[in-house]
């Protein structure tokens, strides 16, 4: 299957939907440094200058500083609008500079450098007092160009750099990003996926054909389809991976940031559904770690959030109720380096709404928040939105919902189910609205994208989780295209 038809299938259909698989730490943005939170919300399918499926990202700045539109004609932003560059495909923040604003990473895997279509290209976009782009001049990071690994590699095509990309801090306060390059080619072997993890003078790449990286290189891995970081670990989501003869069951490899004798962040372990204490089996076609979340965690006795707990989507999870239903099975990363499954969650399981169907790709895209991170975690401060946007309701097909969990404790004890009308979601659900494509979390609120079906209900809700974990009816804020000039084609497809 070529990279091309991954994409397809991991898709479902869902047009945009597949945008920005890997997710960091839920955190807030501050981009012009005025103590506001920011939210970036990003059109891969918008029209710029005349090109079609250009892509842009419009910043909305808090406290009513208004919105800026940022895309690949703005002045300051590398490059220049193509058709079909996708523009703000993922994002990511960071303060990576380390001025005290806030900067925003964007992945943009359908760049072409020079003649090499789809190599793909990564943006920097430093904050400023102005808000971005108008400080630092932007950092451009394209395979070919530069130190380290990204520069010692070639951009190549289909290489879909940028494709997922994941930053924040370490918890020594060191900025860091991590990108992924699913269709990276290496020593022949077509799309056996790769990554790039920068921090500091550490510009190096991580995948399977590196010392303590489990597996080995194979055609179709599309390892770096999906990334994630917290203070003290990151993961590399490998969908692609053959578990014996079942073609895309798919794994994931989690490493610390501790830098080892190899040059590498640490490998702590690779896991699939046939690992040892990882529940399930691993079957063609179930695509675990084609959506990732982690959080930091401090448990019980721990003086700090020193574990991570790390949610795997495999939304291509066949359960006896129907195929392609998905499930996530959420690991916890300890100080220790120990990796192991705390949680399997899905719909089939007891108190937990819902019943998992056919075509439902529950996991299909994942958001996880610690509202308390300096704290002992709870299953009231550690939550987790699972997207599913297959979700028929009502005999609506596609209508799409979010589902959300409690990463400590049984999944049914205290879930919470989001469609359009409840929990402050504004609109009436239709058909093929796939719902759950879009999420993001922060501290203070779930944010869900509305970027398909009636373009009066389209746009970017977030969500109070009091609403989402005491039943409140708190107002949600709303950022609907067509209001200050926002776009309106899939406006709220990536948000950060």
Not at 43 to 49: G, W
């Amino acid at each position: 299957m070529t990279l091309c038809a991954l994409l397809a299938t991991a898709a479902g259909g869902f047009g945009t939907a597949n945008a920005d698989p890997g997710s960091t730490a839920g955190g807030t943005a501050d981009f012009n440094g005025d103590g506001a939170p920011d939210v970036a919300v990003a059109d891969p399918e918008a029209t710029v200058s005349g090109q079609t499926e250009a892509g842009l990202i419009r910043v909305f700045y808090g406290d009513g500083k208004g919105t800026a539109e940022i895309h690949q004609d703005t002045p300051g932003v590398p490059g220049g609008s193509e058709r079909g560059d996708r523009y703000g495909h993922a994002l990511a923040v960071t303060d990576w500079n380390e001025d005290g604003y806030s900067d925003l990473v964007v992945g943009l895997p359908f760049e072409s450098i020079g003649t090499e279509k789809e190599a793909g290209w990564v943006h920097v976009l430093y904050g400023a007092p102005g808000g971005l782009t108008t400080g630092p001049s932007s950092l451009a990071l394209a395979q070919g160009s530069g130190s380290g690994s990204i520069g010692s590699s070639s951009a190549e095509a289909g290489d879909w750099m940028g494709y997922s990309v994941a930053a924040g801090k370490t918890s020594a306060g060191e900025p860091y990003i991590l990108i992924g390059v699913p269709g990276e080619d290496l020593n022949g072997t077509v799309n056996a996926g790769s990554s790039h993890y920068l921090r500091g003078s550490t510009n190096i790449a991580v995948h399977q054909d590196k010392p303590g990286v489990a597996g080995v290189v194979e055609e179709n891995d599309r390892f770096g389809y999906a990334v994630a970081g917290s203070p003290r670990h990151i993961a590399v989501g490998n969908p692609g991976e053959a578990i014996g003869d079942e073609e895309f069951s798919g794994g994931v490899q989690v490493l610390a940031h501790t830098i080892n004798a190899d040059g590498l962040p640490d490998p702590l372990a690779g896991l699939d559904q046939d690992t040892p204490g990882v529940n399930g089996t691993a079957e063609a076609g179930d695509r675990f770690g084609a959506a990732l979340a982690m959080v930091p965690y401090r448990p019980s006795g721990a003086s700090s959030a020193s574990h991570s707990l790390i949610a795997v989507g495999s939304p291509g999870e066949a359960l006896p109720s129907g195929g392609n239903t998905g499930r996530v099975v959420v690991l916890e990363a300890t100080a220790s380096g120990a990796v192991r499954q705390t949680a399997d969650i899905h719909q089939n399981i007891s108190g937990v709404a819902g019943l998992a169907e056919d075509g439902d790709h529950f996991g299909q895209h994942l958001a996880a928040v610690n509202t308390a991170p300096g704290s002992v975690g709870t299953s009231g401060t550690l939550l987790l939105a699972a997207g599913i946007p297959g979700e028929d309701l009502a005999g609506t097909p596609d209508a799409g919902a979010v589902q959300v969990f409690p990463l400590l404790g049984a999944p049914g004890d205290a879930d919470a189910w989001v469609q359009k009308g409840s929990r402050g979601l504004p609109g009436t659900y239709g058909k093929q609205e796939f719902v759950g494509t879009s999420l993001f979390a922060t501290p203070d609120r779930l944010f869900v994208g509305l970027p398909y079906g009636a373009v009066a209900d389209r746009g970017v809700h977030g969500l109070p989780w009091q609403n989402l974990t005491s039943g409140a009816e708190d107002p949600a804020t709303s950022l609907t295209p067509g209001s200050e000039g926002l776009p309106t084609v899939a406006f709220g497809s990536v948000i950060r």
